[in-house]
């Protein structure tokens, strides 16, 4: 029974057990009836407890159920389930442990009380799937909390621990067991009548409709286009304004509309795509190793990144530089990092003291030798990176994983330096890396399944997202992203100036313009990077301007003169007054003859060169599967999540459409016709009417 009924002196303990989170899938919500109508039928039931098996309350709701084509099968929450709990005669505890998530808490609203573990989260993060509350909690959570602290928690999609809880969510917080402390609590308000209802209160907007209206302006210019924001405003002005029954219905119509929309659906899919990103073929999640300490080669930006991320994932971490200045930097930038956090109140300086002390910094490899993880985090040149690896293999024990946090460089060169090329995988972090929620894992042809379950079992504990990806020149983020900022070059030396394409693609969505991105990474480090495959690919070859701005040292922020200009002490692109003499001059080296570029051709050129490099990326089997490539360019690349990924966005678009206009820019012939050539995988998916965002590599 996937709840099971208990009565322990007259309280039904109703306990919900999927074996899994306790969604509130159709078998859920038939068993939460089922056993809310024995207690209707008990006449010696004085009261209720509702309490989650394992680890969680509920999750909230069945996503796969949601994405389905078919109408939501009865019963329903918001028309059978919840009224059901609130017409009981006698009060309904809903004790919370876990996670109560999205329909969970929504099932504990329409409880008559509410306890918790302080350590339960609770949270109606639906607007980050697209949608926004749609079984009652629009309505009930504003006469829970308050109109204001309601909206405020369900636009930001807030989760948060229950001893955190507004007021008015918890009525009391368990410190031991809970069970026992529910049980006890619903003893204490068996008698009190009437029994709480929270649809039976009223409630009032804290400004009447100006409230609301200010709201839907804030709304309307966040730039995430999140399309739950704005119904979520309207159902709670619905709450102040509507009777409960008349606003409950018009809550789950405007829900089940946006449900169906081409809007929501992208969010959604980032949700399932990124949960997918772990389950690779062959790999048993149990066979990881144990990462109990971690040294970090390399004490620059990079490397003091990774050490403050692993030490808040409490890993003991050694930072190891031969430079003794450069390791003092890298230890001073992680305390800086936690003491500006305690500075804005987001730590304690408790903690913050326990982080430090987390950190130590070493100078010889002997100290590290004895660490489970080594993550090597030094300069980008092979040699350098061959050496250490010469050095790592010499000093760890036995079992160690080797990692290298290389962006672009050949991973199965790196491990052939060692004699345990088994042991040896890529973490590419993205900077900021204890920031940045993108984890690249690189797997080389030697890497062992168990050493790859402990990248992704790490990622985990790190709060990463991890993607997999194959080895080759710049794996799936850089590799991709190199064909987008090349057509972004192409396109000024052919008419556009730096500020169009980067504000065309702004608008467009994408969080930074590819301009800007150079300016902030530096211009010298991808120079290097061309300089390394100029010497190895004599068929490479990118677009001249890009050279003609490193020659001069306009490496970006750092320098003051990039694509941009830049004060001291500040961030804010200005105008780079000599670099479009510089654009100029290069056209007409070149040949080219300089004409005006539309913001649609720009968006197009640099959005379906990234799809024509993923067609291929997925046709050698570097990701397993297209979903991957879409989580990579969300997480790592500021790829607006409204448009769900590149791939997604392509399937959207039209593979056929696609095609068709890739072939159009073939025929302008600057830069490089050749790559304009649509992939046999997108030529073929077309023909078969497969996505592209689904298709997944045969193991």
């Not at 969604?23 to 038939?30: D, E, K």
């Not at 302080?118 to 829970?144: K, S």
């Not at 709670?236 to 169906?260: D, G, N, Q, S, Y």
């Not at 504000?503 to 290097?528: K, S, Y």
Request: a negative charge; one cysteine or more; aromatic letters at 6%.
């Amino acid at each position: 029974m996937i709840v099971e009924t208990e009565i322990r002196d007259g309280i039904h303990v109703n306990t919900m057990q999927d074996g899994k989170l306790n969604c509130m899938g159709t078998p859920m919500r038939r068993g939460l009836l089922e056993a809310i109508d024995r207690a209707a039928a008990d006449s010696a039931c004085r009261a209720v407890v509702l309490i989650g098996h394992g680890k969680a309350f509920s999750a909230g709701a069945d996503i796969n159920e949601l994405n389905s084509v078919a109408p939501i099968v009865q019963p329903s929450l918001h028309q059978l389930v919840f009224p059901a709990i609130e017409a009981l005669p006698v009060p309904v505890v809903a004790a919370l442990r876990g996670s109560a998530l999205g329909g969970g808490l929504e099932l504990a609203l329409a409880c008559s009380y509410r306890v918790a573990v302080p350590d339960a989260m609770l949270g109606l993060p639906e607007i980050n799937l697209g949608l926004f509350p749609g079984a009652g909690g629009t309505q009930r959570l504003p006469r829970a909390i308050g109109v204001e602290a309601a909206m405020n928690l369900m636009l930001a999609g807030r989760v948060f621990p229950a001893a955190k809880a507004p007021e008015g969510l918890i009525d009391r917080i368990i410190e031991g067991d809970l069970l026992d402390g529910a049980l006890t609590f619903a003893a204490e308000v068996a008698d009190a009548r009437p029994v709480p209802v929270l649809m039976k209160k009223t409630v009032a907007a804290p400004g009447g409709a100006g409230f609301f209206q200010f709201a839907r302006g804030v709304a309307k210019a966040d730039p995430r286009k999140l399309p739950g924001a704005l119904p979520i405003i309207d159902m709670v002005e619905a709450a102040t304004k509507l009777p409960p029954a008349k606003a409950i219905a018009l809550e789950f119509e405007t829900f089940t509309a946006l449900l169906r929309s081409d809007a929501s659906r992208p969010f959604r899919y980032a949700f399932l795509a990124e949960r997918a990103t772990s389950s690779i073929p062959g790999v048993d999640p149990q066979s990881a190793r144990p990462v109990k300490s971690a040294a970090v080669i390399g004490a620059g930006t990079m490397g003091a990144g990774i050490a403050i991320t692993l030490s808040e994932a409490g890993i003991p971490v050694r930072i190891l530089d031969l430079n003794p200045e450069a390791l003092q930097r890298g230890i001073d930038h992680c305390r800086k990092t936690w003491d500006s956090r305690v500075a804005k109140g987001r730590l304690t300086e408790v903690k913050r003291d326990a982080l430090v002390a987390n950190v130590q910094g070493v100078e010889s490899y002997s100290e590290i030798g004895e660490c489970d993880l080594v993550i090597e985090a030094v300069v980008e040149q092979m040699p350098v990176k061959k050496a250490v690896f010469a050095e790592l293999d010499r000093v760890m024990k036995a079992g160690a994983v080797l990692a290298t946090n290389t962006s672009a460089l050949n991973l199965d060169e790196i491990a052939a330096t060692t004699g345990r090329a088994g042991d040896v995988i890529g973490l590419h972090f993205f900077s900021p890396a204890n920031i940045m929620k993108l984890l690249e894992i690189v797997r080389g042809k030697e890497t062992a399944s168990d050493v790859l379950a402990t990248a992704l079992a790490l990622a985990k504990k790190l709060k990463k997202i991890p993607v997999v990806s194959g080895v080759c020149d710049g794996f799936i983020g850089n590799r991709m992203v190199d064909r987008y900022i090349s057509q972004a070059m192409y396109l000024v030396e052919e008419g556009a100036s730096p500020q169009q394409v980067d504000q065309a693609l702004e608008r467009w969505g994408m969080a930074m313009g590819p301009f800007r991105m150079n300016d902030v990474v530096g211009n010298d480090i991808p120079w290097d990077g061309r300089k390394r495959r100029q010497e190895t690919d004599p068929n490479f070859v990118f677009p001249a301007i890009a050279d003609e701005v490193c020659e001069r040292g306009w490496f970006g922020q750092k320098t003051g003169l990039g694509w941009y200009k830049y004060i001291p002490g500040q961030r804010k692109p200005l105008p780079n007054p000599e670099l479009m003499e510089v654009i100029e001059a290069t056209s007409a080296r070149l040949g080219v003859e300089r004409r005006k570029i539309t913001d649609e051709e720009i968006v197009q050129r640099c959005i379906f060169a990234l799809i024509n490099q993923a067609a291929a990326i997925l046709d050698e089997g570097i990701a397993q599967r297209g979903s991957d490539i879409d989580v990579a360019y969300l997480y790592g690349y500021g790829f607006p999540r409204f448009r769900g990924g590149p791939l997604f966005f392509a399937d959207q678009f039209g593979l056929y459409a696609i095609i068709r206009q890739i072939r159009k820019f073939a025929a302008q012939g600057h830069g490089e016709p050749d790559f304009w050539k649509p992939h046999p995988l997108l030529l073929s998916l077309c023909e078969s009417g497969e996505a592209l965002s689904e298709y997944e590599v045969n193991p």
